[in-house]
């Protein structure tokens, strides 16, 4: 009997809850009224988009930088931005994070701008602006951090090498091409330097930087074989012809005082090089390895001290082999 009774009293209780009440009406001295109203249905998601769109912008004229770049991360993550509005809002997006020196961070969204939306109008201004983000860590001294970790130069190698990679014939290529080899060389990476050089000159032939790529390809393999302990005379070679082919190639260069002396270093040092391995040979009595090496000695240097022993040597190896 009790359970029946207690079954009546939920009942009824329910069935009160459940009528629909006048405005005036109250519930425990509260009136209906008094309670927040639920919207009869969600904003859709492009609504939604289009709103904070708005609030991203606002901020952004009004010098809200942070909130800005917040917005505009929600819309790129999260909100799926209208199709014609996204590449406008990944460019946004990249150009606050520069102004606000999260270089790193903006060159990555321009990267997925260019990677998703390569027809966009900003693609261009894009590929500007990374090569811009590039060239100030290539620029920026290596503090104890980045010196440990990652330096600057070898960040800016892979930024340039990411561009190359977007836009390999653009018009920001051959630049990006050249500080690449900038890059290599603030590295101590002479060889991949020189390599980098050269596929610049073989594949921007007409750009301006074309002929300032060939000298550096003689500079570079110059640098390495006049280093202290260097005994590459193949890289001599190479950089002595290096220089003559850039001579052939601009006549008319201011460089060329300075490239004829650099070449008389490098007939020097092949000189010195030359004359220790005929001494080598004559020291073990190999006479005719000997005379052939002190005669290069004299192709090299003619005037040189080493070519004045070599001439001597010469002499009396001529008198023991007769």
């Known amino acids: 009997m ?39 249905r969600k904003l859709s998601k492009k609504a939604t988009a289009r709103s904070l769109l708005e609030q991203a912008e606002q901020d952004e004229r009004s010098g809200k930088l ?8 929600l819309l790129v993550k999260q909100s799926a931005p209208p199709k014609q509005d996204a590449p406008e809002i990944h460019f946004r997006l990249a150009k606050l994070l ?24 900003h693609f261009n201004d894009s590929i500007a602006e990374q090569v811009h983000i590039a060239n100030f860590y290539l620029e920026k001294p290596d503090s104890i951090v980045t010196h440990i970790l990652m330096s600057n130069a070898e960040t800016a ?12 014939f653009g018009d920001y290529a051959p630049t990006a091409q050249f ?9 101590g990476h002479t060889r991949d330097a020189a390599q980098a050089y ?35 005379l ?21 460089r060329r005082a300075r490239i004829l002396k650099n070449t008389e270093k490098i007939s020097s040092k092949e000189a010195s090089m030359i004359y220790r391995i005929a001494e080598f040979y004559d020291r073990r009595r190999s ?36």
């Open 2 to 40: 009790r359970k029946s009774s207690l079954f009546f009293s939920v009942f009824l209780f329910t069935y009160i809850g459940s009528v629909v009440l006048p405005s005036h009406a109250t519930i425990w001295g509260r009136k209906r009224a008094d309670y927040p109203k639920l919207h009869a």
């Open 66 to 73: 942070k909130k800005a770049v917040q917005k505009y991360r």
């Open 98 to 121: 520069q102004k606000t020196n999260r270089l790193q961070q903006a060159f990555e969204v321009y990267q997925t701008l260019i990677k998703l939306y390569p027809r966009a109008k």
């Open 157 to 168: 190698q892979g930024m340039y090498e990411k561009v190359l990679t977007s836009a390999p």
């Open 179 to 187: 500080n690449l080899c900038l890059a290599h060389e603030r590295q």
């Open 198 to 232: 050269q596929v610049l000159f073989e594949k921007y032939p007409n750009s301006k930087l074309a002929s300032d790529a060939q000298y550096q390809i003689a500079y570079v393999y110059m640098r390495v074989g006049l280093g202290k302990r260097s005994q590459d």
């Open 234 to 254: 193949a890289t001599m070679s190479r950089a002595r012809d290096a220089f003559q082919d850039y001579l052939l190639q601009c006549p008319e260069t201011k």
């Open 287 to 322: 006479y005719k390895s000997a005379y052939i090496y002190y005669s290069e000695v004299l192709q090299c240097q003619a005037a040189s001290q080493e070519a004045i022993l070599a001439r001597a040597r010469i002499k009396a190896i001529r008198s023991k082999l007769a």
